[in-house]
């Protein structure tokens, strides 16, 4: 069952998982392929052209409404002003790394569109990069089932228990994630309220100062 579900759908989740973040995805496919389920060739040309396609979605729309997609959350504001920095120093090496970066995935493809980096080299890098990152996150994932049976013996008997680790820490991690997302919101807003109020302090405390008086010419 989980074979033939896999054959239908295996790739094509991969596709969808890896166009979008994907690192735990692309873990799963790569000990689902060591097990048999799924062809390892296959789960690195599918997991690359996910990457690929989808970090030149972000880069491009970085370019056209760069300052816009990261406003949307205060968590994307402070990494792409922090991401914009480190990009104008280096910005082939980010280019080419920044998927091994977790949380960045999303982020950096657009403040490296927002910095104005050209399109040809990025579309040339991007790739590099993307075969990197599909290539050595499946390949880790594929000895990591080596491991485990070296470990343990036959290891069909855990493959259900491994998948379900490995899916719980996808889902705490994204967990983690929204926890910090909904804490550096709420930071954020308390300093504009903040802000606010000092800015509002400040306004009536010189409203109702006393007009200075006039200076009389000396005699």
């Known amino acids: 069952m ?63 409404h760069g300052r816009k997609l990261l406003a949307r959350k205060p968590r ?9 920095e480190h990009i104008r120093k280096h910005p082939d090496i980010w280019v080419l790394s920044f998927r091994f970066v977790y949380g960045l995935r999303t982020v950096m493809p657009v403040a490296i569109g927002l910095s104005g980096y050209p399109p040809g080299r990025y579309l040339l890098l991007n790739g590099i990069g993307a075969a990197i990152w599909a290539t050595a996150l499946a390949a880790a994932a594929f000895h990591f089932g080596a491991v485990l049976e070296g470990m343990l013996g036959s290891i069909k008997k855990y493959e259900l228990w491994v998948l379900g680790a490995l899916l719980v820490l996808g889902l705490g991690l994204w967990l983690r994630r929204r926890f910090k997302n909904a804490q550096l919101a709420k930071k954020i807003y308390q300093d504009e309220q903040l802000a606010k109020a000092a800015e509002a302090e400040q306004l009536r405390q010189v409203e109702a100062s006393p007009p200075a008086e006039p200076k009389t010419p000396a005699e």
Request: charged share 15%; aromatic share 24%.
């Open 2 to 64: 989980l074979q033939q579900f896999l054959h239908d759908f295996g790739y094509f989740a991969l596709f969808l998982g890896t166009f979008f973040e994907g690192e735990t995805i692309l873990v799963l496919a790569g000990f689902l392929a060591f097990r048999g389920y799924m062809d390892i060739n296959l789960v690195v040309v599918v997991a690359f052209f996910g990457s690929y396609a989808g970090d030149q979605l972000w880069y491009f729309l970085g370019r056209k």
């Open 76 to 84: 994307w504001q402070m990494m792409g002003d922090r991401a914009l």
